[in-house]
């Protein structure tokens, strides 16, 4: 089948992409069903919100410190094998913890434990993985290639969360985190098989990628620090689904294992949905765009808040879920698309500091409130913080997000780059 060079489905004419993409659509399906197995752990072992927000703090807390240098190291060393490196720590964690869960010797701290090695493999992980996308399909199908992958990741998120609720019913969590273990070593496979001859490589410059010289370079981009803004407020308060949803089938509608993992499933219609529907935004994904969305997005999440019955709430999260996923592939776009390729590593670890790093702070707080003040005042009080944060943004940088066509900063940048595609 020949497909087209303009076309919706453009990288997959990229050998190398469709290797990727086959392997990643397991590995999603994986850590999906981790996610859903993590959190009613968590709940069988606590029966509380609180410790449910703090496993989910320590998973992303090594965020805040290594995302960042994972950004300089991808734009200094060969990211292929780094990756291999990253994807067998996060596979021997989810393995562990998967023996650790069916010999019946787990523990609440072995969680904590695990939870926060995965965040490290994942802290350094993301922004290689996320630059090296351009390396696979060449700077004009990195756009696309965003489409795809994140409607790969959402077809996980629609597949993953049914199948960990169905055994979690069936044998318990344990088989949950086996299987995102060995979704690990399949994509590891994949990576061995890649063609070096067919990558999209820059010459690396001579010293070391600084960490400051990417801050630097992203203060002088409004048009990339005003979508980080905005998505910091949006993924910090707004996109807890896992928690919220947890917390709404437990302690609102009083649902099972089953419920509360059809839930994820539902959130994932309409991520699915968003991501395919962006494949054809691609000429509308401006800065204002990303601000747009997160309004719309936090008022579904104040509408969620008030939804009277399970059905109702289930019925509710695809939308939500369409307009999170049209919003975060618009700015993960606008980030790799908009940014010099010798500064791409370090700008991606700087949107995935934001886009992350506000979990060890709103996880917590999330939990917290939602015992003290309820569930459903949590999830409006959320989604009133992203509709201000969309607000601010616009107010204050509507007439600043336009990069002018002589735009320069003071990077020292390689030679331009041209696309072999």
């Known amino acids: 089948m020949r497909i087209d060079e303009n076309g919706s489905w453009r990288a997959f004419r990229h050998r190398n992409f469709r290797i990727l993409f086959a392997a990643n659509a397991v590995s999603n399906i994986g850590t999906w069903a981790q996610r859903i197995a993590q959190d009613w752990l968590v709940l069988q072992l606590t029966h509380s919100g609180t410790y449910l927000g703090l496993v989910t703090a320590l998973q992303f807390t090594p965020v805040l410190f290594l995302s960042l240098h994972g950004g300089a190291l991808a734009d200094r060393f060969d990211k292929q094998k780094f990756l291999i490196g990253t994807n067998l720590a996060g596979g021997l964690s989810a393995t562990i913890l998967g023996f650790l869960i069916t010999t019946h010797h787990i ?17 350094v992980d993301a922004p290689v993985r996320q630059s090296f996308v351009a390396e696979v399909v060449g700077h004009n ?3 696309n290639a965003v489409s795809l992958n994140s409607a790969n990741f959402n077809a996980g998120r629609l597949i993953g969360p049914g199948i960990s609720g169905a055994m979690i019913a069936a044998f318990g969590t344990g088989p949950s985190f086996l299987l995102n273990g060995g ?15 067919e990558f999209y490589l820059l010459p690396r410059r001579p010293g070391v990628a600084n960490v400051r010289e990417g801050l630097r370079y992203v203060k002088a981009r409004p048009d990339l620090y005003v979508v980080m803004i905005v998505i910091f407020f949006m993924a910090t ?8 949803n947890a917390l709404a089938a437990t302690k609102v509608f009083h649902r099972g294992a089953m419920s509360f993992g059809l839930l994820g499933t539902y959130v994932a219609i309409g991520s699915f949905s968003g991501a395919i529907a962006s494949a054809q935004l691609e000429r509308f994904r401006r800065t204002m765009f990303v601000v747009y969305g997160a309004l719309i997005f936090g008022t579904s999440i104040i509408v969620l808040a008030f939804m009277p019955t399970y059905t109702a709430y289930a019925v509710w999260l695809p939308f ?9 592939i618009s700015a993960n ?14 700008v991606m670890g700087i949107y995935l500091l934001v886009f992350l790093g506000g979990a060890p702070l709103g996880s917590p707080l999330i939990g917290w409130t ?9 999830l409006a009080g959320c989604g009133l913080i992203t509709v201000f944060a969309a607000l601010f943004a616009y107010q204050r940088y ?6 002018p066509s002589d735009f320069s900063v003071d990077v020292v940048l390689p030679p331009p780059y041209e696309d072999k595609s």
Request: aromatic letters at 12%; one cysteine or more; a positive charge.
């Open 370 to 378: 939602a015992e003290k003040v309820g569930v459903r005042p949590t």
């Open 141 to 143: 199908d990195v756009g």
């Open 320 to 328: 939500c879920g369409f307009t999170a996923l049209t919003t975060l």
């Open 237 to 244: 308060f707004g996109l807890n689904f896992q928690i919220f």
């Open 398 to 403: 509507r007439h600043k997000v336009e990069v």
């Open 107 to 123: 523990k609440l701290w072995h969680v904590f434990l695990l939870a926060f090695l995965l965040g490290v493999s994942n802290a």
């Open 183 to 197: 979704s690990y070593f399949m994509v590891i496979l994949s990576l061995l098989y890649l063609r070096k001859s």
């Open 333 to 346: 776009s606008l980030m790799q698309v908009n940014s010099d390729p010798a500064v791409r590593g370090r």
